[in-house]
């Protein structure tokens, strides 16, 4: 079958590698219909997260048709079509009993303590072959595969494996309330789901900042207030557009390989290059007491936090890898339902033999370029 494959940091390649098999009586083997390309799958052809392990296919979001289930799955059958979570949890452990699937106890083949094990990731999340492919297997499949509802859509269903989930997990980590005035750091495609999920999470006003003309219209559309980093100081028209206060949550959905925009040098705004750029903004914007959510990437042996800041502010800080399994049947109800199209934030879609063609163009970060689905069926 054909994969993406990565190979070394900046080679990746479309390469053909062995059909998967049922290597466990928990696995499925399913056949994929959509995929897509994430931010997240940037950090890894970059070196920003480091130790991938030569030959590993990329990619965690799918969607597809199960061909084969193991022995011990037993709410699936051949034929069913699945939105694949990113990442992957046994759904017997204390952690996945209490929703928390991307700390499952099992699913890592590093053990208890090696932390989140999602498709397509370094040696440190297992690693296990990701979803970039024309076929994938699915270990703990119970669990690592949630059955879509007829009248919802492969293109709908391919942005509830990992994007909206993690928006809306980015929202709960916010503690987004009733009228609370949410600030959304990053407009991209995560970014514009966080707005969706502040939203319907009872904001009452969403701030968003960007630098990328698109990324702010298609904000605009949802009715956000928009700061372009690029032509204004986001600190002071954030602060300006709060009273002087600053918002009451902050969502960090930038990371740490995003395009640095800008610094304030005393009275100064200039442009520069702060690798933590968006962790400093939501320290230094959000109101005090405030919350702020992260759930931008940022690699093991990240150090830059401006914790004395934060600390002097009473802010609550909650970050981490998202739970998808926990919130995807939700998000689907809203999908199948019409509150949410997901199919808004597809920009681009290619078949798998122009994958690495968009990889490239992707990482350019070009004006209208948002969230590229590869159709592989």
Partial sequence: MKAVVWHGVGDIRLDDVDDPKIQEPTDAVVRITRSAICGTDLHMVRGTLPDMVEGTVLGHEAVGVVEEVGSSVRGFSPGDRVVIPSTIGCGTCSYCRAGYYAQCDTANPNGPSAGTSFFGGPKATGPVNGLQAEYARIPHAATTMVRLPDGVSDDQAILVSDIFPTSWFG??????????????????????????????????????????????????????????????????????????????????????????????????????????????????????????????????????????????KNLTLRMGNCNHRRYIPRLLDLVQTGVVDPTAFITQHEKPTAAIDAYKTFDLREDGWLKTVLDVA
């Fill in 171 to 312: 929202s709960r980590l916010a503690e987004v309330g009733s009228g609370d005035t949410v600030l959304v750091l990053g407009a991209g495609v995560v970014g514009q789901f966080a707005i969706a999920s502040a939203k319907r999470q009872g904001a009452g006003r969403v701030i968003v900042v960007d630098g990328i003309a698109s990324r702010l219209d298609k904000a605009r559309e949802q009715n956000a207030e928009t700061v372009d980093f690029n032509s204004e100081d986001p600190i002071e028209v954030v602060k300006d557009l709060t009273g002087g206060i600053g918002p009451d949550r902050v969502i960090e959905a930038v990371g740490v390989d995003a395009e640095s925009p800008g610094v304030r040098e005393g009275e100064q705004w200039k442009p520069g290059d702060s690798p933590s750029q968006a962790l400093d903004w939501a320290v230094e914007l959000v109101a005090k007491a405030g919350t702020i959510g992260i759930i931008g990437v940022y690699p093991p042996g990240f150090e830059q936090f401006p914790i004395g800041a934060a600390m002097n």
